[in-house]
């Protein structure tokens, strides 16, 4: 059984590779300069932005190891000085990689999506190293796309689990989405029902688009802009939307990025 079977993903690729590859290219933009802001986490320096990512693989190597099916337990760690950090997530995400390679996908634990079980936890993984690489480096005064496989996996396993309904506050998306990842091709359609619920398909390839599959919105961008936008590192505006931006920008701010 491959690793696209195995964890459920949408995509070919290998999830602990690119766990591994994104935490490391972080620790290395990060080491440049750790007081640096963090555009994408507003408040936060790229020291703040290693501590967070130390500490989130921690917990989930917890969950995992653990096989915790309540977080009640869980104890965070204490914060590393300053100079430890870096090496810390270094030797924190082989920790990590140990704990996921190790567990049956299968296996029931925690988590705060409606999946349950330590499949979950890889997949996600994979998105929580990428964009947070991307934050780093970006911090670091350069900026590199997302690697378009892990994206697009990314952005189907964000609309599965992220966008089932409207965070407090948010203002009703007002018409459909689709989202084109021009690299990949793969096609998402997004609804949102009277109570607030969304509701999306990913379109065959060669499926045209017809009066069920047109939207009001559409935005056509590699997969890592899409995916980037999902976690509001990209304004809708920035993707040359088509139709009407202003339901883009909607979808984007009705959902959790956390």
């Not at 480096?137 to 590199?144: D, I, L, N, W």
Request: glycine share 6%; charged share 30%.
């Amino acid at each position: 059984m491959d690793h696209r079977e195995r964890y459920d993903l949408a995509t070919d690729l290998d999830p602990f590779h690119r766990i591994r590859v994104d935490t490391l290219a972080m620790a290395d933009a990060a080491e440049r300069d750790l007081t640096a802001p963090v555009e994408g986490c507003p408040g936060w320096t790229t020291a703040d932005l290693v501590w967070h990512v130390l500490e989130v693989q921690f917990f989930w190597a917890t969950v995992v190891g653990e096989r915790l099916r309540e977080p009640d337990g869980y104890t965070e760690p204490p914060r590393p000085g300053t100079r430890e950090l870096v090496p810390a997530l270094r030797e924190g995400v082989e920790h990590l990689l140990d704990v996921l390679r190790a567990a049956d996908p299968a296996e029931p634990v925690f988590t705060w999506a409606s999946r349950q079980d330590a499949g979950w936890v890889v997949r996600h993984q994979v998105q929580e190293a990428a964009v947070h690489r991307w934050d780093a480096e970006r911090a670091a005064g350069r900026e590199a796309p997302l690697d378009a496989a892990a994206a697009t996996d990314g952005v189907e396993e964000f609309l599965r689990y992220s966008t089932p309904f409207r965070v407090e506050g948010a203002t009703p998306m007002g018409g459909s989405l689709l989202l084109e990842a021009t690299d990949t091709g793969y096609r998402w359609l997004v609804r949102e029902d009277a109570e607030g619920a969304a509701h999306w398909r990913r379109l065959d390839p060669t499926e045209p688009v017809t009066a069920t599959t047109s939207a009001e919105a559409a935005l056509t961008a590699p997969a890592s802009d899409l995916l980037l936008y999902l976690y509001r590192r990209r304004a809708a505006k920035q993707l040359a939307p088509l139709g009407d931006e202003a339901v883009a920008e909607r979808f984007a701010l009705r959902n959790p990025t956390g």
